[in-house]
DNA sequence: CGCCATCCTGAATCACATT
DNA sequence: CAATGTGATTCAGGATGGC
């Protein structure tokens, strides 16, 4: 049953799954954007809009209808301590927010994804809609829900995670094409699955996506070594999700081991270059005359052999130093050549950048 | 019934308003905050929270009701072109935006206010919950709002203006407090106001706020010369609203000019240009690269080969385009430069201004 | 190989006045 | 009310190709 995609629909899925068998649903449903005519940008190019059969919805009612079914499915096959996520623009996510309510979950956080290159808005008829927003919800309100808090200060700055993620859309080699053609409208970034599995599972958990679409919620729970289900109605993205999910290469277990210690956390948002995918947890980085080898893990800190934590930490027990710069210090190797960690800061800052 | 409090009810209030009246309805309505036991700061301090009997509800079919009430009277009260925003945090703002949606409003935007100094989460439980959502809405899919759109891109360094505003909270000595505490729990900054105000409304426009609480929506509006009407349920806030409105001194007029938009500037054909003897008949235009080149004639249309007709249509025509802007498409030749139809425009536009 | 210019694209509720 | 004409309007990232 577990780490394979049901075909069909995800209501009735989700009815033969068995009840309190899941630890989180992370969920992806169709937004009911409602779009007019064709849209031109300022070139005069066409935008591709998301005009598939599965984004319409006759009216609101309907539209409630739809959610408050797949929700109370989903409330069912979570265990009584699990945890929802949905993500949504304005068009859908205030509807879906209130039936999450009405349903008796128990809103945790709305999370804002801060997109760090959205579409403009290319008549300037309103502003950039530049973001999306998730609903973190438990399934009630006294229910022991997993944060694994450690793991997401570390990731950033060893600072409280804030309830606002920077994060790129996704674009370039993640996105999945098929004869160059992009296989799904809405690929979501792996970065912000990323994220939200880092915080809310552990290793071995359960992870549900009934609207598992090009498979972006499998790829990266195998990855991470999560046990996914993915339920997709379109027989077309199932097969894609398929291919794509099975090529994913599950990480090291030993660079999966979240820090949960306060001493482990690195000061640096060196974390979210390994959410963005820049480094990859389990790789070698060596100073510049390659004396030392230390070992990414997943929440950004470093491991050689018992000392581990952030990049200067474990640069200056490398040495036998008081301290140490870890940005300038380690290196990963890229095409033969030793690349400082700076380097990669450097880019992610570009990427990122406001 | 401009620039004044009334008292009362805001549902009775704005009943008793003319209906189509008001430009623009900035609420902040009570958040429905749900809290448990009191919370403390990890030193044994307590979080002096929301516990105001305004913000309690026994029910969410209560705070839908509460809500629904509103929002129906602030609609009637606002003209067939005027705007709704609303602010709220997850734990009303969903419910507020499927009733904003039910009532018929179309939301335009959601808005993210991202706090540049939110409280943490004392506990490690959440994220830190460091923004608010706010929805901008008309009151029907085809009206025609108003929205700035040069000013909020003068305001954001000419780029477009995205949909998360980075802004600090309100403190310091913009935060209204009598006797050393703060007058108002939930004092909204001036900044936000400010920015919705330049962005959707002009000077002498009529603002109204139905939980006017401390005040901050007729001071800003005061500020920026708009009209203002604000309904208060609470003496004590009343009083404190009034009187800080009281003591601001209005901007000055000529800074208040802001960017216009080149929509809103008179409009002005060729053929007036030709008619001036700015351009000549049997000039040729060309486009920046000089791929093309066309005739004006005596009417003031183009002509280039067999296509014949507005500049806008033989620039469409040219290039195999659906559309083209002949003012910034052609160009004459002058003192061997270039120079865009559009400059020529500007000048008959400044010399024609009286 | 590096650098620069060019091109493509992304969950988008995307104009308005006159005839 | 529908059709037509004018004319306003884009940002960042990644890929590609030329020199």
Known sequence: MLNRIIMGDCVAAMDALPEKSVDLVFADPPYNLQLGGDLRRPDGSMVDAVTDDWDRFDSFADYDRFTRDWLRAARRVLKDDGALWVIGSYHNIFRVGAAVQDLGYWILNDIVWRKANPMPNFKGTRFTN??????????????????????????????????????????????????????????????????????????????????????????????????????????????????????????????????????????????????????????????????????????????????????????????????CNGWTFWHLEQRGKLVPLDAMRQQYRERTAE
Chains 1, 2 share one sequence.
């Open 130 to 323: 530049a973001h999306e927003t998730l609903i973190w919800a438990a399934k009630t309100p006294e229910a022991r829900y997993r944060f694994n808090y450690r793991a997401m200060k570390a990731l950033n700055e060893d600072l409280q995670m804030r309830s606002d993620w920077v994060l790129p859309i996704c674009s370039g080699a993640e996105r999945v094409k098929l004869d160059g053609v992009k296989a799904h409208p809405t690929q979501k970034p792996e970065s912000l699955l990323y994220r939200v599995l880092l915080a809310c599972t552990e290793v071995d958990g359960v992870v549900l996506d009934p609207f598992l679409g090009s498979g972006t919620t499998g790829a990266v729970a195998r990855r991470m070594r999560r046990n996914w289900i993915g339920i997709e109605r379109d027989a077309g993205y199932a097969a894609v999700a398929a291919e794509r999910i099975a090529a994913v290469e599950p990480m090291d277990t030993a660079d999966l081991e979240a820090t949960m210690s306060a001493r482990a956390a690195p000061k640096v948002p060196f974390g979210a270059l390994v959410e963005m995918g820049m480094v990859t947890p389990g790789t070698v980085l060596t100073d510049l005359k390659r004396r030392y080898r230390a070992r990414v893990r997943a929440d950004g800190s470093l491991q050689l052999g018992r000392d581990s934590g952030s990049i200067h930490r474990v640069g200056a027990a490398a040495q036998g130093a008081p301290s």
